[in-house]
Each structure stands twice: as structure tokens, then as C-alpha cells.
């Protein structure tokens, strides 16, 4: 009797199988991936997947365009018929499976997969996966490993190509990580299979395979640019012009604004970008939009998202409420700057979705009455915030207080 999958369906009346094939090509698929190959009428993959069965298939081969369709416009042009798709290794870390669930029905898929990379590389250098942090930095800016970066931390990256292990090894180096030990494991799998290791600070690696996993054993000097777990970063860490949601100030900001996982943030009058950028290191599903009108200060969020490692965050340059126009629907919202402006709090408040959230900070006595207007209208929590910080007073010390900020919080029904 045939097997059967989520809600009955038959194994083999699935039209659709994805089987993750690794380096050693045939050698390493059982039986019934090596059938549903020689079965397939069709079979899409990379031109090097393509060439592993190439002596087994008999079907028609396709490799994937360039550039990608991530739409998979030629796959499901052949439902109905039987397809095979090539994937490296586990088609559903960071591969095509994960692309084609999106569009294909489970129950007309099947999946045979293979080890991941990640999951060779763990088992070579002997480290649980449960342990360590795993990135894609494949197709992907570099500065994404920033937050990752903790003493003693062991990290594996997927890489793009043959350059990236070099280029990381910079970049930590830059960060005054470069003690940390780098272990490049090339063509995980096949006949090629190498690992080299040495200090990212005394990288001279050469002729590295563009198929690698760089794994990544972080040490670092007092110095060390470490991003910290928690919300209210340093000052220091933000390039700024004095423009900037202080720390303290910051971090109750974020606990009001509550991010969750996947949500979407529009950051108005985002200065230096520091509420964004903190939102997004919450979580990496996590988005944000900083919206900044003069241009000078628009460039330096971009430098500070990659400098903090979340290069995804978007930049609009213009002035609320006219650039707030067009842009995706904010599941949370913070105006720092610019919030009493014509018509910026109602286009905000409009714009929100239902059961979000809106923070909004004032220290101008213009601001803070739009606040208590709105609060009166809408309700919410109103809370003013006090800081004040020792510093010297002669040969002695005395607090000085900041500008307090009157915060109103409203979620909206």
C-alpha cells in the first residue's frame, strides 16, 4: 500500500519531488531519491546538481535561469507532470524546498533531503548545533554577522563565494575580533573535502572553493565592537549629531513599542536610526523603516544599520506626512522627530493597523500638547521620564538633569 503524507495524500502520486543531493553526487542518495530521479520527466537544478546525475537521469534537465525566478514560473508551468528538483543538501535550510513550499502544496510535494552543510561542517569540527549560532551570508551583506559577534561565541556561516572567508576575516579584524580562530571547511561531502584554519587577523588563505562553510570561534580584545542582547545600546555605538533617542530613553521606548516577531516598524523623524536598528536587532524576521528628511542624517542611518549589522533597515528620505505615502502598513510606529509637524500624529494614527502600536516622544512644549490632546481623544498611557547623570561640579559631583520627555503610548483598537 503507498505511503501516505499530511492529509492522506500518496507518496507517489506527489507530481513534485525535491531531493537534496550533496558533493559526492549519486553516491549519496538512496534508493528511492535515485528512483524519483530516473523517473522525473523533467529535473531542475544548478548546472553543477545537473552534472552530478547527469549519467543517471533520463529525463529532460533544465538549469535555473539567470537571474533566479524566485516565483518558479517554470515549475509550476509542468504541475501535473513528473518534476524533480535538484537542492543542495537540506532543501529547507535556506534552500529552494523553502521557495517552492511558498508556492506548491505539501501535499503534492515530496522531499528526500540530504545533510546540510551546516550540519557536515558541525559534525567535522565536533560542535553540537544546539550551541552554536548558524547565519546565511550567502547572497547576503557581511555586516549581518555584527551581532553575532560575542567572546566565545561559535559561529558557522554559509559564505557566497571563494572571496567572503577573506573578506570576514577583515571585517573582524576591523572589529578588534581578529584573534578569533577561522576554520574555512571547502566542498563539504566530496572527493575535495578540505579544512584550513588560522587567526582572521593573520588570514592568507588562497585558492579557497567557492562551496565552503566558514566557521568562526570568537575571541576578542578590551576593545572589541560587541553589541550587546539587550535593548538601550550605548550612545557611542551611533554615529550621530547630537539627533538621537538617548540610551535610557531608548530602552523604554522599546519596551513600549514591544516588538514582535516578523512585525514592521515606521521610525518617523529617525535621526540617527538608533530606535529602528534596535527593533531590528529584537529579532531577525524583525523590519523597520526610518523616515528622515534632511539628507545628511539619512546617510548616516545607513551606516549606522550596517555598523550595528542590520543593513536591511530602509531609509526613505523625505518629510512626514508626504513620505509616509505608499509604504507597507506598519504593524508599530515611533515619532522622535518631526511629530508636530501639520498633520504627522493623524496620518500616523490612520495609517496604523488595528491592534498596533504608536510611541511617540516629546520635548518641546509643542509636542507635548499635541500628546496630551491625543491622549485625551484617544486614550493610551501618557508617562514623563526624568533622567539625570552625575558629572563634576568643581572637585566634586552633582546631578545634572537631561530634558525630561513626555511619552504617550496607545495601542490602537
Known sequence: MPAEGPRGAKLNSRWLTIVGIGEDGLAGLGDEAKQRIAQAEVIFGGKRHLALVASFAKGEARPWPVPFDAEMADVLALAGKKICVLASGDPFFHGVGATLARKVKTQDMHVIPAPSSISLAASRLGWALQDIETISLHGHSIDLIRPLLHPGTRILALTSDAEAPAAIARLLTELDFGASRLTVLEALGGPSENARSTSADAFDLENINPLNVLAIEVD???????????????????????????????????????????????????????????????????????????????????????????????????????????????????????????????????????????????????????????????????????????SPVGAMQAWRPAMPVTQWSWVKP
Open 220 to 390: 576578542s580584545t578590551p576593545d572589541a565592537r560587541i553589541l550587546p542582547l539587550t535593548s538601550g545600546l550605548g550612545d557611542h555605538l551611533f554615529d550621530h549629531d547630537g539627533q538621537i533617542t538617548k540610551r535610557e530613553i531608548r530602552a523604554i521606548t522599546l519596551s513600549a513599542l514591544a516588538p514582535r516577531r516578523g512585525e514592521l516598524l515606521w521610525d518617523i523623524g529617525a535621526g540617527s536610526g538608533s530606535i529602528g536598528i534596535e527593533w531590528m536587532l529584537a529579532h531577525p524576521s524583525m523590519r523597520a523603516i526610518a523616515i528622515e528628511a534632511d539628507s545628511t542624517r539619512a546617510a548616516r542611518i545607513h551606516r549606522n544599520a550596517a555598523a550595528c549589522g542590520v543593513p536591511g533597515l530602509v531609509v526613505v528620505e523625505g518629510s512626514a506626512p508626504k513620505a509616509l505615502a505608499k509604504l507597507d502598513t506598519p504593524d508599530a510606529i515611533f515619532i522622535g522627530g518631526g511629530g508636530s509637524d501639520t498633520g504627522v500624529l493623524g496620518a500616523a494614527i490612520q495609517a496604523l493597523r488595528a491592534g498596533g502600536r504608536l510611541v511617540a516622544n516629546a520635548v518641546t512644549l509643542e509636542m507635548e500638547a499635541l500628546l496630551l490632546a491625543q491622549h485625551t481623544r484617544h486614550g493610551g498611557d501618557l508617562t514623563r521620564i526624568a533622567i539625570s547623570r552625575a
